[in-house]
């Protein structure tokens, strides 16, 4: 047995560090019943922080668009991150912070008084689709019996716990057999789906959707690896017959990152293969991940 307690993955709740299966949240957190909560997820990889100073910007105009005022600071909470990393000693990690309303007094309505709460936690890194699901490729549906919830409604920039959307895509997914779903907005533009966005390669240009959508790190990472490149990449609105028609089709998320999508509703995108522009992506994302300027080393101690 690992005797560190913090080996399955450790948290931090009310200024504490506690082994992950111990964490829990008040049951009148408005965070857990309004859904009135912002998070952020970033990755260790190889012992070092992936884009972290980019998630911690985007976690704070979260936080500012809620008007949620997060107990710790931005230096109080990377402390509190590269803590959580270290007593798990876990080297590839999925590293969560998450600001909430907070718990009302009884009988409290205005949300203005209610002080907000922040958590933090590592566990080991997650996947949307494991690497030998990757190897082959995901199976794709687009989401017919779901519509993405309006951004006018819910701000997608503002990464959030409104799921519900999400979750019926994924159910509408494992019932015609496929792994994942993307949906639609109301106007028929391709948006993002459970814990991703989406590119697809068309006519020599690497596309993802411009609006709708969480302006995802790993996202950023593919436009700026393009640049690097040399590939054609821009956002621009798209509707299904333009991913129908692509020659390559992949995910993005911080948990995964760059997926291929080998089917779309059944039929093979291109020859059915993971894309070469896809698979040469892939590698520069993990490349990036061990070196340069995106790394961030934890120190583990002795
Ligand atoms: C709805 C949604 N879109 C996109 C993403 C991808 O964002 P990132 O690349 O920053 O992980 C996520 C990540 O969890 C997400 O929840």
Same mark, same amino acid.
């Given at each position: 047995m690992n005797p560190n307690p913090f080996a399955e993955g450790c948290a931090w709740v009310d200024g504490q560090y506690i082994p992950i299966g111990e964490a829990s949240v008040p049951i009148t957190d408005m965070g857990f019943s309004r859904s009135d909560v912002t998070y952020d997820v970033v990755a260790v990889w190889q012992g070092g922080f992936f884009r972290l100073e980019d998630h911690l910007d985007r976690f704070e105009r979260s936080c500012l668009c809620l008007r949620l005022a997060p107990l710790l600071d931005r230096d109080a909470l990377r402390t509190v991150l590269f803590e959580c990393v270290r007593r798990s000693g876990l080297r590839d990690a999925y590293v969560e912070m998450i600001a909430t309303r907070g718990v009302p007094r009884a009988g409290e309505r205005d949300v203005r008084r209610i002080r907000n709460r922040s958590y933090a936690y590592a566990i080991p890194y997650v996947w949307i689709a494991d690497p030998e699901l990757q190897e082959t490729g995901l199976p794709l549906v687009i989401a017919r019996s779901t519509e993405r919830i309006s951004s006018r409604a819910v701000d997608p920039k503002v990464k959030?716990?409104?799921?519900?959307? $999400?979750?019926?895509? $994924?159910?509408?997914?494992?019932?015609?057999?496929?792994?994942?779903a993307v949906l639609l907005d109301a106007a028929g533009h391709v948006t993002e789906g459970p814990g991703f966005n989406l590119f697809c390669y068309y006519r020599g240009t690497l596309l993802t959707p411009a609006d709708g959508v969480l302006e995802g790190i790993t996202r950023r990472t593919v436009l700026d690896l393009a640049t690097q490149e040399g590939i054609p990449a821009r956002m621009a609105l798209f509707d299904a017959a333009t991913l129908a028609e692509a020659e390559e089709i992949f995910i993005t998320s911080t948990a995964g990152g760059i997926m291929p999508v080998t089917t779309l509703d059944g039929a093979p995108v291109g020859d059915g293969k993971p894309g070469l522009l896809t698979c040469r992506l892939r590698q520069r994302y993990w490349d990036a991940h061990t070196a340069g300027p995106w790394v961030t080393p934890v120190d583990y101690g002795a």
């Open positions: 959030n716990f409104h799921w519900g959307d $999400l979750v019926r895509g $994924l159910f509408e997914a494992y019932d015609r057999d496929a792994h994942t």
